[in-house]
């Protein structure tokens, strides 16, 4: 059985792969990554923090939830806030994530420059997804 975070990952990483420019999404767990044998710019999901709603958004029989879900944006030479700008359209356009999840949205971003050249960059961006599920059925 497939879970609804798993649907919604799996519709995250369909909707970034459409960005023009992005030569690599991939869901990953924190791991060591090599950026030089992978195509950039590369986008890495992670999951994070989830935390159970006991509020307005309440239907009877079902759990919501807010979860915390991270890209990292690695990329050389581009223009970083073009390529956000991107992202943030793909992502908006599909706002319950396939019907997944209830909403989401970008709560921040966070960019670097990494390297002395300033080539090489990378942008944290944090979205928050709500989403539900049927009691005890994930």
């Given amino acids: 059985m497939t879970t609804t975070r798993v649907n919604i990952l799996n519709t995250i990483k369909q909707d970034l792969s459409s960005v023009t420019g992005v030569n690599y999404v991939t869901i990953l767990q924190p791991s060591p990554v090599d950026l030089d044998t992978i195509p950039l710019p590369a986008i890495f999901i992670y999951t994070g923090a989830e935390t159970k709603l006991f509020d307005n958004r309440a239907v009877i029989g079902y759990e919501n939830w ?73």
């Fill in 66 to 138: 807010q979860w915390e879900v991270i890209m990292e944006v690695w990329a050389r030479d581009t223009d970083m806030e073009a390529l956000l700008g991107s992202i943030h359209t793909a992502m908006f356009n599909d706002e319950e994530l396939g019907n997944y999840a209830v909403t989401s949205y970008r709560t921040g971003v966070d960019m670097q420059v990494i390297d002395p050249e300033q080539s090489l960059q990378v942008m944290v961006i944090t979205y928050e997804i709500i989403y539900r599920h049927v009691n005890g059925v994930m």
